[in-house]
C-alpha cells in the first residue's frame, strides 16, 4: 500500500548524501570539547544566527528548557503565549526543573501584541507577585498552523521585554521556515531575542538534534545545565555532520515543503465536510476542522488508505516535509476526498 505520512516535519529521514558524511564525520569526545565536528557545527549556527555562540543539544525541548533555565531563576515568571510549546508540549520542564512558572497570553494567531505583553508583565514592587524575567516567542508557531511572526511585531516585543528588564527567548524550532517564507535573513529574526533554539530534525532533515544560541555567558551556563540534564554527549560529531549539511543544503528546499502545503491548503478547502482557514497557510503546517466526524474516525479511515495524519477532537494537523512530492499531495487530497465522503 501507498504511504504519505503528514503526521509532523519530524519524520523526515536523512538524505544518502547525509548519511554518507554522518559515517565519515571527524570525532572526538564532545564533553572535552574535543569532537571537531560538532564545534564546526556550533560555529557555523552561532554564525547563521548573528550570536556569539551555540550549543548542540539532542531536542527542541532541551534547547527550550535551556533557554528558560539560562533567563530566570527559580519563584520567578516567564510569559508565553498560551498554545506555545513551551507551556503545553514541554512535560511542565520549566517548572518541574527550574521552579519557575509560566504566565500565558491568549491570541488569535498566536502573535503576542507588544500590549500585552507591556500588560503581562509584573510590577516590581510588589513582593506579592513573581518577577518577570522573561519573555518567550516562538516562530513560526506550530499550533496556529505554522503563522510567521512579522519581523516588527517580534522586535515590538522585545522592545518591551528589554524595556521592563527582562530576556526573550525565541522558540525557532522552524525558524528557517520563518526565513523562507518571509524572505528575512534567519540572523535578523534571531537578533530580536537574547536566546534562540533552532531544530535540525524538523524541516532541515537531521535524524536528530537542535542548538541553542546566543551571548558567550548564557552557552556556557547552558552547557553546565545540559550536563546536569545528562545532555552530555561523546562522539557526537556522527550527529553533527548531519546539521552542516542540513545547513548548507537543507534550507532553500523548505520554499517546496511550502508550495505543498498551499497547494493541500487550497484543496482541502474545496472539499465538502472540511473546513480550512486558507489565510493561517504560511508555512508547511495545516490544520483543518472536521464538520461530521472526529478526528480519531478520520485519522483510523485515512491509515486504512495509507495517509497518517494526527488530530484531536475535530481538528487534524497535516505537515508537509522532505520526502513529500507534489503527487503525494495529490494522494492525499484524494484519500480526505474519499474518507470524509463515506
Known amino acids: ?21 554522518m559515517t565519515e564525520a571527524e ?6 570539547g574535543e569532537d571537531p565536528t560538532v564545534n564546526r557545527l556550533q560555529d557555523v549556527a552561532a554564525e547563521r544566527m548573528g550570536k556569539e555562540a ?46 519557575i512558572q509560566i504566565r500565558t497570553v491568549s491570541t488569535p494567531r498566536g502573535v503576542m501584541s507588544p500590549e500585552q505583553v507591556e500588560r503581562a508583565i509584573r510590577p516590581t514592587d510588589d513582593v506579592h507577585q513573581p518577577i518577570t524575567a522573561c519573555v518567550s516567542v516562538e516562530d513560526t508557531h506550530n499550533r496556529h498552523g505554522g503563522v510567521v511572526w512579522p519581523l516588527e511585531a517580534l522586535r515590538s516585543v522585545s522592545e518591551v521585554a528589554h524595556r521592563h528588564g527582562a530576556g526573550v527567548h525565541l522558540d525557532g524550532a522552524r525558524i528557517y521556515n520563518a526565513a523562507v517564507a518571509s524572505g528575512v535573513p534567519v540572523a535578523e529574526i534571531a537578533a530580536t531575542a537574547d536566546t534562540v533554539t533552532f531544530c535540525l530534525s524538523k524541516g532541515l ?5 537542535s542548538l541553542f544560541c546566543g551571548p558567550e555567558d548564557k552557552v556556557q551556563e547552558a ?19 548531519a546539521g552542516l549539511y542540513a545547513l548548507d543544503h537543507m ?16 484543496g482541502l478547502a474545496e472539499i465538502d465536510g472540511v473546513r480550512c482557514e486558507l489565510d493561517r497557510v504560511e508555512t508547511n503546517i495545516v490544520f483543518i476542522e472536521l464538520e461530521r466526524m472526529s478526528a480519531h474516525e478520520f485519522t483510523a479511515e485515512c491509515d486504512k488508505r495509507g495517509l497518517r495524519a494526527d488530530g484531536n477532537g ?27 465522503a463515506s
Open 251 to 266: 534550507v532553500d528546499r523548505l520554499a517546496d515543503d511550502h508550495a505543498n502545503a498551499r497547494t493541500l491548503a487550497e
Open 205 to 209: 532533515g537531521c535524524p536528530i538534534g
Open 27 to 32: 570525532l572526538g569526545d564532545d564533553v572535552f
Open 54 to 99: 551555540a550549543l548542540f543539544v539532542s531536542s527542541g525541548t532541551m534547547g527550550n528548557l535551556l533557554g528558560v533555565l539560562v533567563n530566570a531563576r527559580s519563584g520567578q515568571e516567564i510569559i508565553a503565549d498560551t498554545d506555545s510549546h513551551v507551556f503545553v508540549n514541554e512535560g511542565g520542564g520549566a517548572a518541574s526543573l527550574g521552579g
Open 223 to 241: 552547557l553546565r545545565w545540559r550536563k546536569m540534564l545528562g545532555g552530555g554527549t561523546r562522539q557526537a560529531g556522527v550527529l553533527a555532520a
Open 314 to 340: 475535530r481538528r487534524v494537523r497535516l505537515v508537509t516535509h522532505f520526502g513529500v512530492e507534489p503527487e503525494d499531495v495529490q494522494y492525499a487530497l484524494s484519500v480526505i476526498s474519499e474518507v470524509t
Open 1 to 21: 500500500m501507498r504511504l504519505v505520512d503528514l503526521r509532523s516535519d519530524t519524520l523526515t529521514m536523512p538524505s544518502p548524501e547525509m548519511r554518507r558524511l
